[in-house]
């Protein structure tokens, strides 16, 4: 009776060891993925082209302060401006809307020029060194965008980045659209995408072992141990 009890016990332990689960899990709880579109539309279309999420950055040199920004367009396309008030950028051009902000501002802002550029909201979540929200042109890419939030903490980061939009995954596969160098509405990109990576870093095989295997170990042990020791005290009695 005590050879056969051994067995099972070793037996009990065996599956309390693997039954812990020690995978990376960055590739579960996969959702519904969307495909993106690969536009093919020219520069003018995606520069001037707003989307939800889209905002005006205004640049003006040799100047750093006022109006220098970023100016969020509303749903109905229109986008309010320091001393100029509302403009819609649907109903003018790009050349246009560059213009009226020249006739507001150069006035006051002697020896400057000022331009204006579409931006796109971009997020970074999770392990990135500097991980938030940025903006970035249409035409910037995919690196350029990385680079923006320091890159990834663990040293195989870049092959778990995730991407999605509105809480769903996306097709494309990260890593591959890093080996494309067009620009980000190239490849699809819209504002309010958000980019993944789970922040634990990358484990040797002794931490593996030391942090997550070792432990469960000793449980199993002492619970065969314990086992056994009570079973031979119930046969003393």
Known sequence: MKKQLIP??????????????????????????????????????????FLPGD?????????????????????DGFVDLPMIGPLSVKTMSRTDFEQKVKEAYIPILRFSSVQVRRVMSIGFQGGFRRPGVYWVTPGSTLWYALSLAGGTVREDGLKKIRW???????????????????????LGLRSGDIFRVINRP?????????????PLLSIGLSSAVTAITLYEWSQKR
């Open 55 to 75: 905002a005006i950055r205004i640049i003006v040199t040799p100047d750093t302060g006022f109006p220098n920004g970023v100016y969020p367009v509303e749903a």
């Open 8 to 49: 099972l016990c070793l037996l009990l332990f065996i599956n309390l060891v693997f039954s812990a689960e020690t995978m990376d899990t960055t590739a579960k709880n996969v959702t519904s993925t969307v495909t993106t579109v690969d536009s093919s539309e020219g520069p003018a279309a995606y520069e001037w082209n």
């Open 164 to 186: 999605e939009r509105d809480g769903k995954r996306m097709e494309q596969k990260v890593p591959e659209l890093l080996k494309d160098p067009q620009a980000i509405f190239k």
């Open 202 to 214: 990358k484990k040797t095989g002794w931490e593996i072992f030391r942090q997550d295997v070792l």
